[in-house]
């Protein structure tokens, strides 16, 4: 099979197609990758053994298309059968062209019920929607007292608003621009956005046993437990520093160890493998 990514950086969905073809891989699935070239994701596979390939009608039994623009070259060359990622939360176009476009998958793997909405509203039949979550890798147990939050640049992603509450709360928040590296010594991720396709960053602060402050927008709600892995709030500076004090005040442990067993129960890799895998077989014979 062949998967495609068009994405310039190493940014979660990019990773999230290493963790499902390293999976794949391990069960006994042979794949190839295209990708732009000397693009992180394509060093990644490479150096990792997968192929290197362009999207060909031949030699592929099944296409996987990650991103938007891999969605649109599958489609244009009529590469099928054609699986495609949708992990973004805002609505799909309604011009004619991305019509026709999202006619052609034989099936859309949504990264969260609301995403799966999103689709079902833009007129794509329910029968081609499944829905399976993203992963996060094992994580070890945090044990730290940092207040941190996802540093970037996009605007959408609510930096300024975790400033302004933690400013209100008199809390020192961080910005992390390695999770993976930062989350072992935290004890909160503040986690804020306009919307939201599921939130992997939500998915690793669980692996590791951090609870998290997030916006009560979009697959949020799905990735989060509301007073058990964590809170939903609305994003207003207000309502969110006083939550955040409330939070740092509390014995966080339960909600802690609720957070990684939320992860072990749905959002592990090999439940997200495993899951896609199943999607494959309805379209193999």
């Known amino acids: 099979m062949l998967h495609m990514d068009t994405g310039r950086e190493m940014r979660g969905g990019q990773y999230q197609v290493l963790f499902l073809m390293r ?48 969605h649109t070259h599958a489609a244009v060359r009529n590469l099928r059968p054609l699986v495609v990622a949708r992990r973004v939360a805002f609505p799909v176009k309604r011009a004619f062209f991305s019509r026709w476009k999202y006619r052609r998958p034989d099936r859309f793997i949504a990264v969260s019920r609301y995403v799966a909405q999103r689709l079902t509203e833009a007129g794509v039949d329910s029968g081609r929607i499944r829905v399976v979550y993203d992963a996060a890798p094992e994580m070890p147990a945090a044990s730290g007292s940092r207040v941190i939050a996802p540093a970037t640049d996009d605007p959408r992603k609510g930096s300024a608003l975790a400033q302004e509450a933690a400013r209100l709360a008199g809390v020192d928040l961080r910005f992390s621009a390695s999770l993976a590296a930062d989350l072992p010594g935290a004890r909160l991720l503040v986690y804020l956005s306009e919307e939201e396709g599921l939130g992997s960053a939500a998915l690793v602060a669980q692996a590791a ?47 802690a160890v609720a957070a990684r067993e939320r992860w072990r129960r749905m959002f592990t890799i090999d439940r997200m493998a495993d899951a896609t895998l199943a999607v494959y077989r309805e379209l193999l014979p």
Do not use: C
Not at 228 to 242: E, H, K, M, Y
């Open 23 to 70: 999976a794949l891989r391990e069960r006994g699935i042979d794949q190839a990758i295209w990708a732009r070239r000397d693009s992180p994701l394509e060093r990644r596979a490479r150096e990792e053994g997968f192929v290197a390939a362009k999207p060909s009608r031949v030699g592929f039994d099944l296409y996987h298309a990650h991103d938007a623009r891999s």
């Open 209 to 255: 046993g951090v609870p998290v402050l997030a916006s009560n927008v979009g697959g949020l709600a799905e990735a989060i437990e509301d007073r058990v892995t964590g809170r939903l709030v609305a994003n207003d500076a207000a309502q969110l520093a006083s939550v955040l004090r409330e939070m740092l005040a509390a014995d966080l442990s339960s909600m």
